[in-house]
């Protein structure tokens, strides 16, 4: 069976995260995954970019489904719930909000450049030696926080895959949450 060319996107998610390892300012390349769905969704209307072409949706798809990494139990009714979803999606924004806002510190010369990588937003890893180019320490502060960000999500996404189905991150993924309510909002405007 012939497969899609999306079907490989996957391998963004281990370049991405590769990249991030040895150097953070690759870290910024996120941004793409954070604009394409908001775009797909705004422009289009629809989920097509999360349904099909998110790389993080094809790889707990490929290692999951394909690979059989993943529990394939059901998750439980309060994971699938519009109050966990959405209370996710605040808290999500909470912190992406205080990526910004920390760089935006570190801009305005209140702070000194952090160079930790902080997973599940508790635990504070050295990341130092993943700063090799030196750039302004306000885009250097933004890749080690956005980096944070993505890491812990893809934790918690690869957990969830473990723990149950494989695609179960999508269901409460804060960008699939935030793009289902932009799409709800525009089949009203019609």
């Known amino acids: 069976m012939k497969k899609n060319w999306y079907e490989y996107l996957w391998i963004w998610s281990i370049i991405y995260f590769s990249l991030g390892f040895f150097n953070i300012i690759f870290a910024w390349l996120g941004v793409i995954s954070f604009l394409l769905p908001l775009i797909f969704a705004i422009g289009f209307g629809n989920k097509n970019f999360c349904n099909k072409y998110c790389d993080r949706g094809q790889f707990f798809r490929m290692f999951g489904s394909q690979r059989g990494f993943s529990g394939k139990k059901d998750m439980p009714t309060w994971l699938k ?11 999500f924004l909470g912190m992406f909000c205080s990526v910004i806002y920390g760089t935006y510190l570190v801009f305005a010369g209140v702070k000194n450049l952090s160079e930790v990588v902080t997973l599940f937003w508790t635990i504070d890893f050295a990341w130092n ?29 690869i957990i969830s895959m473990i723990l149950f189905k494989p695609r179960s991150w999508c269901v409460f993924c804060p960008m699939g949450t935030m793009t289902q309510f932009i799409c709800k909002l525009k089949a009203g405007e019609k």
């Open 129 to 157: 030696w993943a700063y090799t180019v030196k750039v302004e320490d306000w885009i250097a502060q933004f890749a080690f926080g956005f980096y944070s960000l993505m890491l812990t999500s893809m934790l918690i996404g």
């Open 81 to 91: 719930s519009k109050t966990f979803r959405y209370g996710f999606l605040i808290f």
